[in-house]
């Protein structure tokens, strides 16, 4: 007999080769029709897979995220299946299961998939799995494996094998089709009732520009039709929210030939929120104790060398420049210049915690196929700072920086984040993590406690650290549900050790202090990309371009609306008059598809009293008031940075 630990620790026991859906079964048939798969000592496995020893055990419905990852990676092989069985000879790459729904990379010869095309294969998806076909684990030799896929002529598949080691090869096998996987998979087919296929793109074999342009094709599935309508209802909002579409209509940045991929150009309107976001953080950072600093573009290979970016980061970043026999770099990070700001002067314990931060631009270089508006470009603004401070300050330092994150969330109106707590990966120390074992075991349980005493919300991902030391990325959601990387917070005990950082400390010796990179605002660019998806464009007053329309009846009201315009401006209100000869009713349409928060309509009345007739941007008319109490009405939404 085996012992199994349940989640809620209740202890049963039951024969040794028992499957996790077989337990299911014994509880209740009603929890075995909604079991996907399990977590076997913190392992997702197959809910059929027999489990030999004792083992804590979790079961995973449609409810659990990895749940839905294991529905959403078998669909992938479904897929599969029907594309090869309309398209004979196609070759695959790899399917994994996405954040929503799937995607498989497959070699379709000189075929274009078309719309009828993806309509072809979901109707035959929809059929395949009212098969009820069962996912079929099976071990297999790595000899076998190569003899399996070169008889199938699938170079695809014989190139992942060359890096698998005999012993640890699984194929899945459901219906007439069979995969190289390591799973897990849902028990059969049969959960899968509605089916989308949402994209058909080009991905590059192995992500590198340089080799074949494969056929990557999306989609998403789900246990009911429901699901799936409410979930293009939602695809369909976030059209209508998409960053790029809405950017362009309020002529907020622009990308040109000339210029280069991935280089945005802000224009008028959209420096202005460049500036007002840049305003925010400098009066935020000004009150938490940062100062601010300036650093070049550019720097010395050998400083790249000594951070470790060079080589960690080297696929990343630009190439090198020759100038005076020395190689020069774009930086891809302000941490190198900012540890040098540190070492320029002596520091003593009294001078920590040391904070500086700067709008650092950066650049890095992103696969051209990567390039997506402002949310993967090579040219970014960062809201970057860092920390210098004692092991003993650091529980106070961190959970100051994640009560920045907080604010700002306030701020903007995000109500739902989670802290991803990113560690190392034991086995990848020295290649891609720094070697200092002891080092990441202490850093990581520091970071961990503060999320702890703090009462934060967040989980731990591993394998996801810095190469220097763990992080938290900080993953917003907007106002549709779609969640976003909007920062990160380091914390790096490696960079003080490598630039020979230290200050004297109370024992008059000297110390390494420890390092705490944050970002709250990220970079310009992807931050103003969320902001402009979950206010559908709609900026509050402050972050609007243009935040006032003056808008005359007629001509004969023009100078009044030039004194109103005037008294705005005296308090640097942005503020524009419609001054065309235009019915009043075109005006107030026009400037609401503009999204101008506030329109001011003058004629006689207003004229006579003193007085604007205001609307507010998707509330309509709300009323008529004198000039001066507008203005300080609008001058406090401002200066409180209203949502």
């Known amino acids: 007999m085996i012992k199994i630990t349940f989640p809620d620790g209740a202890i049963r026991e039951y024969e040794a080769g028992v499957s996790a859906l077989e337990i299911a079964k014994s509880i209740s048939e009603g929890l075995a029709r909604k079991v996907l798969a399990a ?13 030999t020893t004792d083992a804590t055990l979790n079961l995973l419905t449609w409810d659990d995220t990895d749940g839905k990852s294991t529905f959403w990676h078998s669909s992938a092989h479904l897929m599969a299946e029907a594309v090869e069985a309309l398209y004979p000879g196609v070759k695959f790459w790899v399917g994994p299961a996405i954040d929503r729904g799937f995607y498989y990379d497959m070699d379709l010869g000189d075929r274009k998939l078309s719309e009828a095309d993806l ?28 003899q399996y896929f070169t008889e199938k002529g699938d170079e695809y598949k014989l190139d992942l094998l060359q890096n698998l080691e005999d012993g640890n090869i699984t194929f899945y096998s459901q219906g007439n089709f069979t995969d190289l996987c390591r799973g897990p998979h849902i028990p059969t087919t049969a959960p899968i009732k509605a089916i989308k296929l ?28 429901k699901e799936l309508d409410e979930y293009l209802a939602l695809l369909e909002e976030a059209k209508k929210r998409d960053h790029r579409k809405l950017a362009k209509e309020l002529s907020l940045y622009i990308f040109d030939d000339d210029t280069g991929s991935g280089l945005p150009l802000w224009m008028p309107n959209g420096a202005i929120i460049v500036e007002e976001l840049e305003k925010l953080a400098k009066e935020t950072e000004e009150d938490a104790g940062y100062k601010r600093v300036v650093t070049p573009h550019i720097a010395k290979e050998s400083m790249y060398l000594t951070s470790g970016h060079l080589p960690y980061y080297k696929d990343s970043m630009f190439p090198p420049m020759e100038m005076d026999g020395e190689r020069y770099y774009l930086k891809a990070m302000n941490c190198p210049h900012h540890h040098k700001i540190f070492d320029a002067e002596p520091r003593s314990y009294r001078d920590l915690p ?36 004692s092991k003993e300050q650091f529980f106070e330092e961190f959970k100051a920086v994640n009560e920045m994150y907080l604010k700002y969330f ?21 290649q891609k993590y720094v070697n200092e074992p002891e080092l990441w075991l202490e850093t990581e349980a ?52 490598r630039f020979n950082l230290s200050f004297t400390n109370k024992n008059n010796e000297p110390e390494t202090p420890l390092i705490i990179h944050r970002a709250p605002l990220g970079t310009h660019e992807r931050f103003i990309g969320f ?35 005037a008294a705005l401006k005296a308090h640097r209100v942005r503020v524009a008059i419609d001054d065309r000869s235009e019915k ?12 101008v928060p506030y329109m001011l309509v003058v004629g006689e009345k207003d004229m006579n009293e003193g007085n604007v007739s205001v609307r507010r941007q998707g509330q309509g008319d709300v009323g008529a008031m004198p000039i001066a109490s507008f203005v300080q009405q609008i001058v406090t939404e401002i200066k409180e940075r209203s949502s």
Not at 119 to 142: D, V
Request: proline content about 4%.
């Open 446 to 497: 520091m970071v961990r406690q503060v999320l702890i005493d703090t009462g934060t919300p967040f989980i731990e991902v591993p394998d996801e650290a810095a190469f220097y030391g763990p992080k938290i990325d900080v993953q917003i959601y907007s106002v549709i549900g779609r969640e976003f990387t909007l920062a990160t917070n380091q914390v790096d005990f490696s960079s003080g050790k």
């Open 198 to 225: 949402t994209n058909v793109a080009g991905a590059y074999w192995k992500g590198d520009e340089k080799n074949k342009q494969l056929t990557r094709v999306y989609g998403i599935t789900f246990p009911n039709q």
């Open 584 to 595: 009043i009713g075109k005006k107030i349409r026009e400037a609401e598809l503009s999204r």
């Open 531 to 565: 902001l402009l998806e979950h206010y559908a464009g709609k900026f509050p007053v402050w972050l609007s371009p243009l935040q006032v329309k003056i808008l005359p009846i007629s001509d004969k009201f023009l100078p009044y609306a030039q004194q109103v315009e």
């Open 354 to 389: 040391f904070r500086i931060a700067e709008y650092g631009t950066c650049y890095r270089y992103e696969q051209s196929g990567e390039l997506f508006g402002l949310m993967r470009v090579r040219m970014l603004h960062m809201n970057d700072g860092h920390l210098y401070c």
């Open 39 to 51: 977590k076997v000592n913190n392992e997702v496995w197959d809910a059929t897979r027999t489990i």
């Open 119 to 146: 309509e072809a294969i979901e109707k035959k998806m929809a059929e395949l799995a009212k098969q009820q076909n069962t996912y079929l684990r099976k071990e297999i030799s790595k000899s076998e494996a190569i």
């Open 410 to 430: 306030k701020i903007f109106g995000i109500d739902k984040y989670v802290m991803r707590l990113s560690l190392h990966a034991p086995e990848k120390l020295g």
